[in-house]
């Protein structure tokens, strides 16, 4: 069972339906910052994270709300 505050990364997949949120790049630090739309994402049980389209890089999401 995921938990709140839990950090998950792009390529996985999500343990649980919830909100998450942008938590940093993966791979590449210095990109720009994400859109405002692209910081926030719902995902459904077995849902893959997604990466961050308009840098074209990998994220870490963080679990903020079990739904």
């Known amino acids: ?19 998450y949120t942008f938590d940093g790049y993966t ?7 994400p859109t405002a739309e692209e910081q926030y994402i719902e995902l459904d049980m077995d849902e893959t994270f997604p990466p961050i389209k308009s840098t074209n890089s990998g994220a870490y999401w963080k679990l903020t709300k079990i739904l």
């Open 27 to 33: 791979n590449n630090p210095t990109a720009r910052a």
């Open 1 to 19: 069972m995921a938990t709140v505050g839990q950090r998950f990364k792009t390529g996985e997949k999500s343990p649980t339906k919830g909100k």
